[in-house]
């Protein structure tokens, strides 16, 4: 089953790359859509893989390295010219790795899962040197802050937490608006936006995504017109977000004034399960269980169909 389950742009924007539910990792041109055969290992069918589906994917800042994250709880660290597995860091986490982020030296990855555990990684040491406990639900998403002395988890149970890298300690709890007084809607993704200090985009389960302060303080709120949002990212600059809704909609809206200022058609059946941010550009990679992966320009909501089914499965897991 190669249908994607995971997508990520590389750090200079010329690559897509995907993971699959069969747990292939393949690397595509991101202006040709085809399966990039420059690289040797792509060439000679020796991809990169995993045991079972890979759910997250993440790129050091130099472009160097790629961290994969698998259903079976295993994280592996790829150099991503060569196709070499640098390290490995099986049982990573207790169920599924859901999100994967770099600090920017590229020298810790922080990861985070089902066992409401959000984790960080020496790569040099191949040791878990860091836990941030306290959620008590699964971990969608983290990320560092944009100064790298915190770490911001969010989690099923309604909360994203702020935690101080030197001490380890939680200095904040931010719970976005509830529509439910009995229920907290689960947060399934969050940004850390970098050009704009101490603020993480929230995005509880609904039709709305929250700006708020590390200090707890709700900024602004970006409400859908349509269905509930699945996923969003933010723009480089941070000036827009893009998020997909569960009508299947690839909706635009401006961080300040909080409007939508374009929608278009993400697929026309199936799942529409995730998207991407260009690093540099105004584009987009979405990515369903029907539509395979679609690459957009933001300016012109054009789409461009673009491969997302593996053209070789030797698997080279080295």
Known sequence: DARPTAVAFSSDGAHVITGSHDGFVEVWDAETGALDTRLAYQSSDELMMHEDSVLCLATSDDGAVLATGCKDGGIKVWDLAAGTCLRRFPGAHVGGVASLSFTRDGTQLLSAGSDCVARIHGLRSGKTIKEFRGHTSFVHAASFAADGGQVVPGSADGTARVWSMATSDCVATLTPPQSSATASA?????????????????????????????????????????????????????????????????????????????????????????????????????????????????????????????????????
């Open 186 to 318: 689960p947060i399934i993704a969050l940004a850390v936006l970098r050009h704009r200090s101490d603020e993480v985009l929230l995005l509880p389960r609904g039709p709305s995504a929250y700006l708020m302060t590390f200090a707890g303080a709700v900024v602004r709120e970006i409400r859908s017109p349509g269905g509930t949002m699945l996923a969003m990212a933010p723009s480089p600059r941070s000036v827009l977000v893009h998020v997909l809704t569960d009508d299947r909609q690839l909706r635009c809206f401006d961080l300040e004034s909080g409007d939508e200022t374009s929608a278009a058609a993400a697929a026309s059946a199936g799942d529409v399960l995730g998207l991407a941010q260009h690093p540099r550009r105004n584009r987009i990679a979405t990515y369903g269980s029907a539509c395979g992966v679609r690459l957009w320009s933001a300016r012109s909501a054009a789409a461009a169909p673009h491969g997302a089914s593996s053209s070789s499965r030797a698997g080279a897991d080295a």
